[in-house]
Every structure is written in structure tokens, then in C-alpha cells.
């Protein structure tokens, strides 16, 4: 292996396995997200908070962090890699916060409202791209990061384009073979604004890696966060459709009293 140089600039690989992985739990955390959007608001009119939030953790949480999170695992570098925690957490609290106040503004105040779907639309694609970004300095590693700024203005128009696209998706489409094909969709916009943002940076080699005594890493992180979002994503699927199932019942069983 040729020894690294310091003012080297880093040529990055992918994992074509992380990559596919990136895209199922996207695709899978939008599914849910877009089941949930259209439960949000109950037959009263009120908004269900609970099924807020699962939507929020569900299109946050998992189809956009877990994605992002899993997309930084699958680039690798010839220098090793871990990610500050404290950095790396803020950044998924961020994203399901944003995530739940873009579908409460465009959808969860009744019905669908287009001035709250464009400013939603807005705060949730710059939400995204500060979430990647901030993952991104969250890297702990033997390089230094310089940004061309063109690219990033481009992953900036595709995260709010896309979230524009997910909130309108969410709000009116019925079917759900409907549902899946826009999951599809909303997956590979995630996953385009991630790699699109990752290829802004160039990684040039300094003398050590920062000392960073909360970093994390290893081998099976990606793994890790795959098996721990699936999980929670087939919770929130069960409980989101499970109270839907329910209500009905109890509405009779009320009606009868």
C-alpha cells in the first residue's frame, strides 16, 4: 500500500452493498411515513400527535438519517473513519423534529395546505441538507474537507425539491400501490441529494486525525443502524396500523353503549 502524504488529496470508494442498503431503508422509512401521513389527522378533524410523530421518526428518523447515516458508512477513504457522537446524534433529533413540524405544517392542521406544504417543502430541504452537512463534520479522520460550492448549492436544490415531492406525496396519494411507487421515488431523491452532497467535498490528507474521545465506529454500524431502523420501523407500522384498525371498533362499541 503507497504510504498517504500529507496535502494529498483522497480519492473515495464506495461500498455498493452500503449503497443499496442506503436505498432500501429509504425507500422503506418514506413507505411507512406516507402510511402514516394519511392517518395524521383523525375523523374528528384534530390532528393525531402520536401518529405525527411516528410519521416524523418514520420519514426523519429513518428514510432520511438512517439513509444518510448508513450513505456515510458505504464511503470509504484509505485512512480510517469514526464519527463524533454528540454531533452524530443532534443530527437525527434534528432531522425528526424537522421532519414533524414540515408534515404538521403542509397536512396535519386538518387538510392540506398549500402555503404550509411550500414553507414546509422549504424548512424541511434546508433541514436535510444542515442534518448531511452536519454528519459530514462529524467524520473523524486523518483529512481535511474543502467544498466546492456549486455542488452544494446543487444538493441544496434537490433536498428541497425532494421535500417538496414527499410532502406533497404524502398528503395526496390514496392507493397504496400508489404509496410504493412514491416511496420509491422519495428513496432515490434522498439518496441522490446525499451522494450528490458527498461529492461537493474533497478530502485532502493532514499529518493525524483530530483527537476525538466520543467517536464512533466500526465495521458493523451500517448493519447496526439497518437491523435497529427496520425495527422500528415495523413498530411504528404496527401501532399506526393497528389504532387505525381499532378505532372503528371502539366508535361502535361507543355508539352501542
Known amino acids: 500500500m503507497t504510504p498517504l502524504v500529507v496535502g494529498q488529496i483522497l480519492s473515495p470508494e464506495y461500498s455498493l452493498g452500503m449503497v443499496a442498503l442506503s436505498f432500501l431503508i429509504s425507500f422503506a422509512g418514506s413507505l411507512v411515513a406516507l402510511i402514516c401521513a394519511g392517518r395524521m389527522v383523525g375523523a374528528d378533524g384534530k390532528p393525531n400527535l402520536a401518529v405525527v410523530a411516528c410519521a416524523a421518526v418514520a420519514?426523519?428518523?429513518?428514510?432520511?438519517w438512517s439513509m444518510h447515516f448508513i450513505g456515510m458508512l458505504a464511503y470509504r477513504l484509505p485512512v480510517a473513519i469514526s464519527?463524533?457522537?454528540?454531533?452524530?446524534?443532534?443530527?437525527?433529533v434534528a432531522a425528526i423534529l424537522i421532519s414533524g413540524i414540515a408534515l404538521y405544517m403542509a397536512g396535519g392542521r386538518r387538510r392540506f395546505s398549500k402555503p404550509g406544504w411550500l414553507a414546509g417543502s422549504l424548512l424541511a430541504g434546508i433541514g436535510v441538507c444542515v442534518m448531511h452537512y452536519m454528519g459530514m463534520f462529524a467524520?473523524?479522520?486523518?483529512?481535511?474537507?474543502?467544498?466546492?460550492?456549486?455542488?452544494?448549492?446543487?444538493s441544496v436544490l434537490i433536498a428541497v425539491t425532494a421535500a417538496g415531492a414527499a410532502l406533497w406525496l404524502a398528503f395526496n396519494l390514496r392507493k397504496f400501490t400508489h404509496?410504493?411507487?412514491?416511496?420509491?421515488?422519495?428513496?432515490?431523491?434522498?439518496?441522490?441529494?446525499?451522494?450528490?452532497?458527498?461529492s461537493a467535498?474533497?478530502?485532502?490528507?493532514?499529518?493525524?486525525?483530530?483527537?476525538?474521545?466520543?467517536?464512533?465506529g466500526g465495521s458493523y454500524m451500517g448493519l447496526t443502524v439497518f437491523g435497529t431502523a427496520?425495527?422500528?420501523?415495523?413498530?411504528?407500522?404496527?401501532?399506526?396500523?393497528?389504532?387505525?384498525?381499532?378505532?372503528?371498533?371502539?366508535?361502535?362499541?361507543?355508539?352501542a353503549g
Not at 59 to 64: K, S, T
Not at 180 to 188: E, F, H, K, P
Open 201 to 216: 467535498a474533497s478530502m485532502v490528507c493532514i499529518a493525524a486525525a483530530p483527537t476525538d474521545a466520543l467517536a464512533i
Open 59 to 64: 420519514l426523519g428518523g429513518i428514510g432520511i
Open 179 to 198: 404509496k410504493v411507487a412514491a416511496a420509491a421515488v422519495m428513496g432515490v431523491a434522498v439518496c441522490t441529494m446525499h451522494y450528490v452532497g458527498m
Open 139 to 154: 467524520m473523524n479522520m486523518r483529512a481535511s474537507m474543502n467544498f466546492d460550492l456549486a455542488t452544494v448549492g446543487l
Open 83 to 92: 464519527y463524533n457522537m454528540p454531533l452524530t446524534v443532534v443530527s437525527l
Open 230 to 255: 427496520g425495527a422500528v420501523l415495523i413498530f411504528i407500522y404496527w401501532v399506526v396500523t393497528g389504532s387505525s384498525l381499532d378505532a372503528p371498533v371502539a366508535a361502535r362499541r361507543a355508539r
